[in-house]
C-alpha cells in the first residue's frame, strides 16, 4: 500500500522510513486482525510457508496496492482538472515533473495536486486511511474475496466507478474557469471580427493568464471546500466496499 499511496510512494520518502512506517503499522494492527480476516479456516499455524500461504501473502498485497490505487484515483482528479484549464490559460507548455503523480504535469495540475494534498493532511487523511481503511481491510475481507466470483461486481464498481467519478469531478473543479475563459475567447473572437486593428491576438495570453489567477484566488475557498467533500465520499465509498466483504470467510 506504501508504494502505491500518494506521498509516501514518492522517491523522496526514503526505503528505510517506509519499512519502518511498515512495522509500525503492523505492530498496532496485529492485535485487531489476528481474530478476525477469516484465514482460521483457510491455513493454520502447522502449515506455514506452503504455496498457499505465500498466495495468501500475494493477495494482501494486491489489497493494499488496491488501496494505495484507489486514493491516487481521488488525486488524479485534481491534476486533471488542472490539465482541463491550463491550455485556456496559456500555461499547457508549462509542464514539470510532478513528485506527487511522478509524472509530467502542468503547473495548475501540481498547483491543485498540492493544494489537495496539503487539505489532505489537515483532515487527517493518511490516519484515516491506515486506521480506518487497514484496519477495516483486515477486520472484513482477505485475500480469498478477491477470488470470490459474487465479489467480482463490487470490485469492479469500485476501480471503474472511482475512474468515472474522476473525469466528472475533473469537469466540475474545473468547470467555473473553462466555461470563463470559453466566454472570454468568444468575446475576443467577436471583438477581433469587429476592429481587427486592434489585434487582440497577441494581448490574449496575458488577459487570460490575468484572469485565471484572479479567478483562482476568488475560486479557491470554494475548491477547497469540495476538496474535503471529495474526502469524505470517497471515504464513505470505500468503507461501504469493505463492509461488503464482511460476511466472507
Do not use: W
Not at 178 to 185: I, Q, W
Amino acid at each position: 500500500m506504501l508504494m502505491t499511496l500518494p506521498l509516501f510512494s514518492t522517491r523522496s520518502v526514503s526505503f528505510v522510513a517506509k519499512i519502518a512506517l511498515t512495522g509500525y503499522m503492523a505492530f498496532i494492527i496485529l492485535p485487531t486482525a489476528y481474530p478476525s480476516g477469516g484465514y482460521e479456516n483457510l491455513v493454520s499455524i502447522y502449515d506455514t510457508f506452503n504455496l498457499k500461504f505465500i498466495l495468501l501473502l500475494v493477495g494482501e498485497g494486491l489489497i493494499g496496492i488496491i488501496i494505495g490505487f484507489y486514493i491516487s484515483i481521488l488525486f488524479g482528479a485534481f491534476s486533471t482538472a488542472g490539465q482541463f484549464f491550463s491550455f485556456q490559460m496559456g500555461l499547457s507548455a508549462a509542464e514539470a515533473y510532478d513528485s506527487f503523480s511522478q509524472v509530467e504535469n502542468p503547473l495548475m495540475g501540481q498547483f491543485l495536486n498540492l493544494i489537495a494534498m496539503m487539505l489532505f493532511l489537515q483532515v487527517q487523511g493518511f490516519q484515516q486511511v491506515f486506521l480506518r481503511g487497514l484496519v477495516n481491510s483486515f477486520q472484513t475481507m482477505n485475500a480469498y474475496s478477491l477470488v470470490v466470483v459474487e465479489n467480482h461486481k463490487e470490485f469492479l464498481e469500485l476501480l471503474l466507478g472511482g475512474l468515472s467519478k474522476l473525469f466528472f469531478d475533473a469537469m466540475m473543479i474545473s468547470l467555473p474557469l473553462t466555461g470563463t475563459f470559453f466566454l472570454v475567447a468568444i468575446a475576443m473572437g467577436l471583438l477581433t471580427k469587429a476592429a481587427p486593428q486592434m489585434n487582440l491576438l497577441s494581448e490574449g495570453i496575458p488577459l487570460t493568464m490575468l484572469l485565471g489567477f484572479l479567478l483562482l484566488s476568488l475560486l479557491l475557498p470554494y475548491m477547497c471546500d469540495l476538496f474535503m467533500n471529495l474526502f469524505d465520499r470517497a471515504f464513505y465509498t470505500f468503507e461501504n466496499f469493505l463492509a461488503g466483504f464482511g460476511t466472507v470467510s
